[in-house]
């Protein structure tokens, strides 16, 4: 591992979860998708209820709804949101259940046919049409018929919740989708069924626009003294519309927008399954990372594999950069939020590991179903990438704590490798910090960790710092870098952006600021590394070179793995295919984990 001039750096072969007395490290997935969805129903998940969905997260084997054979994962996860979708929950499972109110509506009879006769994907086109039409049918959105369904789910949640073993988090998706465009959010509650049963999960059916959705959460909040986290998601495919500069009527933001927006919006998912978030390198050109796990295909009834053109509104760098702006216009950041990952799985089967990975839907576990087109796209499932997780400093694996953290904004994302990552800011860090065997007891009482504010006074001398540590997965692959990316507003009103290395494996050297790639060790035979490769953990204490005390900026932390092989590399193989001749696909990927950022702020 290398110095720079500007920051001090310490290697360990050690692997011990970061760890203070104030927080712990959770583990876990928001993001995942039951039977009771239509879509997950419909592409073939007949089997896998939201009991089993818990009990695979806790480590308990389960029989995958396809094959038929026992899915099992390594590790437990510690805690769980099943979001599934609020528009029309439930209605394919009630139907083959033989509930004859749904299958007497049009809409139902048509459902019901085209299951019966093994026509699923046709079954899951109608339901995408009226998604993208903003349509339902009026039995359907009756509150008794949304009620019964609703209250199924929560009830599951309480069954599996084990406070500081297991936390069950009850939830749901509302799952806006203008012409195809992603404006979907996870919702999720630290309440109990008790409370949660009281309401009806509000859904794109009730109003698509997310103004709405936000003034639906104030008023039931209210209402019930209930706590609520939104969480916008693949904002890669929302067409120009998640992270846009006018809100959904066309209008340029207000300071009440931008408040409400970062009240019930303090964490996105920036990976998992359908992609990547972070930046494309179009946006990003000089970012030799910015294209990992692009997906870029709308969600639509006939999907042709045309790729939408990427704009700021579409990715979290991009975002991040013009909060600043609006921040600097209207006093308040709409985009001041952390970043997750979660997985979007719709088999119920929380898996991210390459190695391991069941696939978008139900199918994905079988190898040659992922060469054929889901539901007549040009869209397969090696097109998905097997992302993400959750991670969160909290005080205690419960409900009330995790959602605090995401309140606060102390947690991050990885594209599956449980990295642990620790990143405080602050102006009094000295060398000796990153060399402490538990630096968060320097972080908190000289910093504030991931997700925080710094203020300062706009004549000060001396730029910030970033105290990092970042440890390899125990059952993972070694870490090849630690990275920085600075988004900052210039004068002008114009922004920047800068991507610093500032700790690497091995003994490389920064040219122009550009390190070599680490050695890919994969074998194109097997899948597996051929050998050891990259550091165990990087500990830095990192100040900002080019900082003007009169800017506001923001920072985030990326680190990168070694190369590995990517899921549809072993599906090849186990193809016999060579996984050279499918260029469309990489080989190997480098998995990585994104901090939440830490903004500066001048007085």
Not at 123 to 135: I, Q, S, T, Y
Not at 397 to 416: H, M
Not at 433 to 461: H, R, T
Not at 536 to 550: A, G, I, K, L, R
Request: include cysteine; charge should be negative.
């Amino acid at each position: 591992m290398k110095f720079v001039p500007y920051l001090m750096c310490v290697a360990s072969s050690l692997c011990a979860t970061a760890a203070s007395s104030e927080t712990h490290l959770y583990w876990g997935d928001t993001h995942l998708h039951s039977n009771i969805s239509p879509d997950a129903f419909l592409l073939g998940n007949r089997s896998m209820s939201p009991d089993q969905a818990y009990r695979f997260a806790k480590g308990a084997p389960v029989l995958n709804s396809v094959s038929g054979e026992r899915a099992q994962l390594r590790r437990p996860l510690d805690f769980l949101v099943i979001a599934d979708h609020a528009e029309m929950m439930g209605i394919p499972l009630r139907i083959t259940e033989g509930e004859q109110r749904l299958i007497k509506t049009g809409f139902g009879k048509q459902i019901y046919d085209l299951i019966e006769s093994g026509e699923g994907d046709k079954a899951l086109l109608k339901f995408l049409g009226f998604l993208n039409r903003n349509e339902t049918e009026a039995e359907f959105e009756k509150p008794d018929a949304r009620q019964s369904i609703w209250n199924r789910l929560a009830a599951a949640a309480d069954r599996h919740n084990e406070p500081n073993r297991f936390t069950a988090l009850i939830g749901w998706e509302w799952s806006s989708l203008p012409n195809g465009g992603n404006l979907h959010r996870v919702v999720f509650t630290d309440e109990s069924a008790d409370v949660a049963t009281q309401f009806i999960p509000f859904s794109s059916n009730d109003s698509n626009k997310p103004e709405a959705l936000w003034n639906w959460l104030e008023q039931t909040s209210d209402k019930y003294d209930a706590r609520f986290v939104a969480i916008p998601h693949n904002s890669n495919i929302s067409d120009g519309r998640m992270f846009a500069s006018l809100d959904s009527n066309g209008e340029a933001l207000t300071a009440t927008y931008a408040s409400q927006r970062a009240r019930w919006e303090p964490v996105v998912e920036i990976t998992q399954i359908k992609g990547d978030s972070e930046t494309i390198e179009v946006l990003s050109p000089a970012d030799e990372f910015a294209n990992f796990e692009t997906y870029e295909h709308l969600i639509k009834p006939v999907m042709n594999g045309d790729n939408p053109k990427p704009t700021e509104a579409d990715y979290v760098r991009s975002a991040l950069k013009n909060g600043l702006k609006h921040e600097a216009e209207l006093g308040v950041n709409p985009f001041k939020f952390g970043v997750i990952g979660s997985t979007d799985t719709h088999t119920g089967l929380a898996s991210v590991e390459e190695d391991n990975f069941t696939g978008k839907f139900s199918t994905g576990v079988l190898p040659k179903r992922n060469l054929e087109p889901v539901a007549g796209s040009a869209i397969t499932g090696w097109d998905m990438s097997a992302s993400g997780l959750a991670a969160v400093w909290a005080q205690s694996n419960t409900r009330e704590s995790i959602l605090d953290a995401f309140k606060r904004r102390e947690v991050y994302a990885t594209t599956g490798p449980r990295m642990s990552l620790r990143v405080f800011g602050g102006f009094q860090f000295s060398q000796s910090d990153a060399g402490l065997s538990d630096i968060a007891s320097a972080g908190y009482n000289k910093g504030v960790p991931m997700g925080s504010d710094l203020v300062g006074d706009a004549q000060m001398m001396s730029a910030p710092s970033l105290l990092i540590q970042a440890q390899k997965d125990p059952q993972g692959a070694g870490l090849d870098r630690v990275q920085v990316v600075k988004g900052w507003l210039l004068e002008d009103g114009t922004t920047k952006e800068q991507v610093f290395n500032v700790a690497w494996a091995g003994e490389r050297q920064l040219v122009g600021g550009k390190l070599a790639p680490i050695g890919d060790f994969v074998d194109r035979n097997t899948g597996k590394l051929t050998e050891d490769s990259g550091d165990d953990q990087f500990s830095v204490v990192w100040q900002d070179p080019s900082f003007d005390s009169q800017q506001r900026c923001f920072y985030y932390v990326r680190v990168l793995q070694v190369p590995t092989a990517r899921h549809s590399t072993l599906d090849m193989l186990a193809l016999e295919m060579d996984p050279e001749d499918q260029s469309r696909y990489p080989v190997t990927i480098q998995e990585r984990a994104y901090s939440s950022p830490i903004w500066y702020t001048p007085q």
